[in-house]
């Protein structure tokens, strides 16, 4: 089919050549299948040929190029061409760096249901990138991407409801939303809610939960500052606990899986 010039055929077979399902990885033929699909509009094979030459896969890199593509699978409506065109107006790549661009083709992704276009919007309006800063907005998105489940958006909401930013300062809801990141394993979440347990804010103090959570993030992050300061502050609390709860504390760690 994909030789009788069938354009979702096309764009398949090129995926499965840029992927190696069912034939060697080959990117070269896969920018070969994608080509052919986008000569005749397809909006996917776009989308595909632009993150080749975006990455440099089967072509040589070329941001301008991707760009192009990007641009024509966006325009027909793609969200996740949207997306990617907004990170590269936002990282300066094929285009000049252009921030209100990038807040606009962010939205149109995150309007669509794209979880990280949604966290991106979020943390620009955050830092007032591309306009004012807008903590209300930043707070939108993080929510409706925290309510779909993503724990970096759970995480972001806790540390605004910490904060105070975009909304009255509210410990408990700071918690109810780093509780629901930590559990799915997010490093930085983990880190926070040890550190309320240790000052019980928004949770009864609770040292062997503390350092339970503190443990964790320090276990497992690959951020050295985190680690260094998850165990600075794990090391602290540890001086506040018996040996037993310590033994304890750290079985748990070794025991614990994501939600």
């Given at each position: 089919m994909a030789e009788q010039g069938d354009t979702a055929a096309q764009n398949y077979l090129g995926w499965m050549y840029d992927q190696g399902q069912g034939v060697p990885e080959d990117d070269v033929e896969a920018v070969k299948w994608y080509r052919m699909a986008v000569e005749q509009g397809y909006a996917n094979a776009q989308y595909r040929l632009g993150v080749m030459y975006s990455e440099g896969s089967g072509v040589p890199q070329d941001y301008a190029e991707a760009m192009k593509w990007f641009r024509l699978a966006a325009d027909q409506g793609d969200s996740n061409d949207q997306f990617n065109l907004g990170v590269?107006?936002?990282?300066?790549q094929g285009v000049?760096?252009?921030?209100?661009?990038?807040?606009?083709?962010?939205?149109l992704a995150a309007e669509q249901g794209v979880t990280i276009a949604q966290i991106g919007?979020?943390?620009?309006?955050?830092?007032?990138?591309g306009g004012l800063q807008d903590y209300a907005a930043a707070m939108?998105?993080?929510?409706?991407?925290?309510?779909?489940?993503?724990?970096?958006?759970?995480?972001?909401?806790?540390w605004?409801?910490?904060?105070?930013?975009?909304?009255?300062?509210?410990y408990d809801a700071a918690t109810y939303w780093y509780r629901l990141a930590a559990e799915q394993g997010n490093?930085?979440?983990?880190?926070?809610?040890?550190?309320?347990?240790?000052?019980g804010k928004g949770v009864p103090q609770d040292l062997a939960s503390?350092?339970?959570?503190?443990?964790?993030?320090?276990?497992?992050?690959?951020?050295?500052?985190?680690?260094?300061?998850?165990?600075?502050?794990?090391?602290?609390?540890?001086?506040?606990l018996t040996p037993a709860q310590v033994v304890e504390a750290q079985r748990l760690t070794r025991e614990w899986k994501p939600k």
């Amino acid at each position: 089919m994909a030789e009788q010039g069938d354009t979702a055929a096309q764009n398949y077979l090129g995926w499965m050549y840029d992927q190696g399902q069912g034939v060697p990885e080959d990117d070269v033929e896969a920018v070969k299948w994608y080509r052919m699909a986008v000569e005749q509009g397809y909006a996917n094979a776009q989308y595909r040929l632009g993150v080749m030459y975006s990455e440099g896969s089967g072509v040589p890199q070329d941001y301008a190029e991707a760009m192009k593509w990007f641009r024509l699978a966006a325009d027909q409506g793609d969200s996740n061409d949207q997306f990617n065109l907004g990170v590269m107006y936002f990282e300066g790549q094929g285009v000049p760096q252009d921030y209100t661009a990038a807040v606009k083709w962010l939205l149109l992704a995150a309007e669509q249901g794209v979880t990280i276009a949604q966290i991106g919007l979020g943390s620009m309006y955050c830092k007032g990138q591309g306009g004012l800063q807008d903590y209300a907005a930043a707070m939108k998105w993080y929510r409706v991407a925290a309510e779909q489940g993503d724990a970096d958006a759970q995480f972001r909401l806790g540390w605004m409801h910490s904060e105070g930013q975009g909304v009255p300062q509210d410990y408990d809801a700071a918690t109810y939303w780093y509780r629901l990141a930590a559990e799915q394993g997010n490093h930085g979440a983990q880190y926070n809610l040890g550190r309320m347990y240790v000052a019980g804010k928004g949770v009864p103090q609770d040292l062997a939960s503390a350092y339970f959570w503190l443990n964790l993030s320090a276990a497992q992050t690959s951020d050295s500052d985190v680690r260094t300061s998850a165990v600075k502050a794990r090391d602290l609390v540890a001086a506040e606990l018996t040996p037993a709860q310590v033994v304890e504390a750290q079985r748990l760690t070794r025991e614990w899986k994501p939600k």
